[in-house]
């Protein structure tokens, strides 16, 4: 069992360094049904090995100036909350509510695989940073509170979440965004292991097992990405993992888990409707932002000065 364990966790480490991101979403799955961890177990253990495998590579980056550290403190210091706050959160909520919720972020972690849509090109011109240096704050806090959420109630790194919305929203190129993800993957890791302090439950020698060869495993991931084309093997990892997460939702939903949803629901009502008033508060001031950002102005003064033009033309041509 130990040496099946052993293969899998190198397997997740190759996965981590081909595609950046992603492999790590399997840690789960793997503790729970192969080592017999209990979810909140699992999901400690897999943050250890998250933070531990993302800090290795993050040096690298660092060394190659790729980790665009202010943008990084920005996103990280909202996801450290979040992450955090989903920690905490993790204990008042049923293993198999967790993983329900697991299988969710799977499937949703699967799409974006599948669509593999390539990140926006660079417009920076010789001799600029590779930095910006005007960031929109509001929407970066938002998707840093939300992703961290995320990896502090299931245990995954985020990367699938995090690449697009550096090089979406905060600008970087594609390298830069993949470096400075891997920065917040770590202290969002910390965070959410903080939260998860309270109910912390770890076996060293496994945790140990795991990361070791996790590591070894991002290491031939690293050597095998020049040779094997990431876009064709993340949309063939999408589809398996959308696979093992309709699996988990097939196996895990039944009768006895839509009662404790159904509970929760009502015993934590209050909290559950704070914390729904809050997203939805950042949700509209997101939305504000995002109106009155300057690439949404930009976009508009093009369409205007478009507009003007096609108006003049006519009349050029009737001076001619």
């Given at each position: 069992?130990?040496?099946?364990?052993a293969?899998?966790?190198?397997?997740?480490?190759?996965?981590?360094?081909?595609?950046?991101?992603g492999?790590?979403?399997?840690?789960?799955?793997?503790l729970?049904?192969?080592?017999?961890?209990?979810?909140?177990?699992a999901?400690?253990?897999?943050?250890?090995?998250?933070?531990?495998?993302?800090?290795?590579?993050?040096?690298?980056h660092?060394?190659?100036?790729?980790?665009?550290?202010?943008?990084?403190?920005?996103?990280?210091?909202?996801?450290?909350?979040?992450?955090?706050?989903?920690?905490?959160?993790?204990?008042?909520?049923?293993?198999?509510?967790?993983?329900?919720?697991?299988?969710?972020?799977?499937?949703?972690?699967?799409?974006?695989?599948?669509?593999?849509?390539?990140?926006?090109?660079?417009?920076?011109?010789?001799?600029?940073?590779?930095c910006?240096?005007?960031?929109?704050?509001?929407?970066?806090?938002?998707?840093?509170?939300?992703?961290?959420?995320?990896?502090?109630?299931?245990?995954?790194?985020g990367?699938?979440?995090?690449?697009?919305?550096?090089?979406?929203?905060?600008?970087?190129?594609?390298?830069?965004?993949?470096g400075?993800?891997?920065f917040?993957i770590?202290?969002?890791?910390?965070a959410?292991?903080?939260?998860?302090?309270?109910?912390?439950?770890?076996?060293?020698?496994?945790?140990?097992?795991?990361?070791?060869?996790?590591?070894?495993?991002s290491?031939i991931?690293?050597?095998l990405?020049?040779?094997?084309?990431?876009?064709?093997?993340?949309?063939g990892f999408?589809?398996?993992?959308?696979?093992?997460?309709?699996?988990?939702?097939?196996k895990?939903?039944?009768?006895?888990?839509?009662?404790?949803i159904?509970?929760?629901?009502?015993?934590?009502?209050?909290?559950?409707?704070?914390a729904?008033?809050?997203l939805?508060?950042?949700s509209?001031?997101?939305?504000?932002?995002?109106?009155?950002?300057g690439?949404?102005?930009?976009?508009?003064?093009?369409?205007?000065?478009?507009?003007?033009?096609?108006?003049?033309?006519?009349?050029?041509?009737?001076?001619?």
């Open positions: 069992m130990l040496f099946l364990l293969a899998l966790a190198i397997l997740i480490g190759i996965l981590l360094g081909l595609l950046g991101g492999g790590s979403i399997l840690t789960v799955p793997v729970v049904y192969l080592a017999g961890l209990s979810t909140k177990s999901i400690v253990t897999s943050l250890v090995v998250v933070c531990i495998t993302s800090l290795i590579a993050v040096v690298n660092a060394k190659a100036g790729r980790v665009c550290w202010k943008t990084g403190i920005t996103f990280g210091l909202a996801g450290m909350a979040g992450a955090f706050i989903g920690g905490r959160m993790a204990a008042y909520i049923p293993d198999p509510i967790l993983l329900v919720l697991f299988a969710g972020i799977m499937l949703a972690a699967s799409l974006a695989m599948i669509r593999n849509k390539k990140g926006k090109e660079s417009t920076r011109q010789v001799g600029e940073p590779l910006p240096q005007n960031l929109p704050v509001a929407a970066i806090l938002f998707d840093g509170l939300l992703v961290g959420l995320i990896t502090g109630l299931v245990g995954v790194g990367g699938f979440l995090l690449v697009p919305a550096l090089n979406y929203l905060a600008g970087l190129p594609m390298h830069a965004a993949i400075t993800s891997l917040i770590v202290i969002q890791a910390i959410a292991l903080a939260g998860h302090a309270s109910h912390l439950e770890i076996d060293l020698q496994l945790t140990g097992l795991v990361t070791g060869c996790a590591i070894i495993g290491f991931g690293s050597q990405s020049g040779k094997i084309s990431s876009a064709y093997l993340k949309r999408g589809v398996f993992v959308f696979l093992l997460g309709s699996f988990l939702l097939y895990e939903i039944n009768p006895q888990i839509i009662s404790q159904q509970q929760l629901l009502l015993d934590r009502r209050e909290f559950i409707l704070g729904l008033s809050l939805l508060v950042l509209l001031y997101r939305l504000w932002a995002w109106l009155h950002s690439d949404n102005l930009n976009q508009k003064e093009k369409g205007d000065i478009e507009s003007t033009a096609q108006c003049q033309a006519p009349f050029i041509d009737e001076k001619k």
